[in-house]
């Protein structure tokens, strides 16, 4: 049965395409397994050297990648243009940095090596659909493996420009895109060819991939679910901790896990904060600033989500940018909501649209515990003038990254990751070369 795309901006179906079958699957395998015996064979530097050319392309095609994101998705244009020249920026960097990490290593007696794992399962998400999926493949590719990718049902054309952009890089493909359906993921990770999964999605699939990962002993990156928690202290900047929230909670229309979701503020400075974060929710515009959600059928569950967030915590909705769309787009309100006590309600809640929660607390350790009452932690932050109680206080936040006076950005030299229910493995940074490497001893004596 095949899978629709819709246009999130009108509603209206855009096409249809087929599932991949097994036996295309199999032949996707086995053509990544041959290339990867030859690509491992490549030193990193000429890995490198062919892997630029990706950066080269996106280069000469950022307008038309940007316009194609944001047709499908609905990510405004600038942010679309903004995630392709990312991509292009961070392949540079990453193509041009020493990788000497990946070189043998002498000890007195023996010689240690990592090795590439072979054909590396990549099952990325739509909300990023060129940035999540370049910070995944280029250190798996750097390191010598190969990617089979299964990219998001809503992005098919986004997966297929991907897999164009790595096409003639090598004398066989290195990267290959297939629409698969999720009932595939065991027979995939059966194959011995397959050495490992990465996955960035929701809780649920990050359980579902690992249970069948762990079944066949293949190693496993889940990049899952986020609930991001800033704390404001009442010596805070407002106006900046304002300025980056917001920022942080609407750019991309709220879609990604690593947005602020949560400000828990010193009910000291709390309306002051309020009026600052209301002035930056009204600088954003409909349509220019905040696009759709990327599906109708997410608008649905973001309004039923809403509602059981006042039914179970008495949140007191304290701001609202009416969409005035098409009710059949999948535009959204921007909501700002304010809750007069944490709830164990949220303990499992990711808002995955332009909803901010706001939380006051009355003492710091009180604030921690808000922070760290999920079972989330993929980042979070704290704004504080005083630059040594607010490294005390970010080290206290259970979470893969926490920014200070700033929101969370992904970046080739920090390795991005979570703890909890966010996942487990990294992705950037030299610790991403080894997610998908086996270290081999070789002892002479």
Known sequence: MPFRTQDPFTGKELASYDYATEIQVLDAIATLSVSGGKWRGLSPRARQ????VVAERL??????????ISSEMGKPFHEAQAEIIKCKITIERACRAELDFLAPRLTENSEIKHEPLGVIYSIMPWNYPF?????????????????????????????LALEGVFAGLFDTPVLLNLFIPHDLTDFILSREEVGG????????????????????????VLELGGSDPYIVCADADLKLAAAKIAKGRLLNCGQSCISAKR????????????ELLKSEFDQYQLGHDLGPLANTRFKTALAKQVQELQLNTGAEQIYVKPHLQSPNSAFVDAEIYLLNENSQWLKNQEFFGPIL???????????????NSTEFGLGGGVFSQNLPAAKKLAAGIAAGQVAINEIISTDLS??????KSSGMGRELGIESYFEFTQTKVMITL
């Open 49 to 52: 050297e062919r892997l630029l």
């Open 59 to 68: 280069g000469q095609q950022t307008e038309k990648l940007a316009r194609l």
């Open 131 to 159: 940035w999540q999926a370049i910070r995944m493949v280029m250190p798996a590719l750097l390191a010598g493996n190969t990617i089979l990718l299964k990219h998001s049902e809503l992005t098919p054309l986004s997966a």
């Open 197 to 220: 999964v990465s996955l960035t999605g929701s809780v649920q699939a990050g359980r579902i991939v690992s249970k069948v990962a762990a079944e066949y002993f293949k190693k496993v």
């Open 263 to 274: 400000a828990i503020v010193s009910r000291d400075v709390l309306a002051e904060f309020l």
């Open 357 to 371: 929660l706001v939380i006051a607390f009355d003492s710091i350790a009180e604030a921690i515990e808000i922070a």
């Open 414 to 419: 920090r390795p991005f990751g979570g703890v």
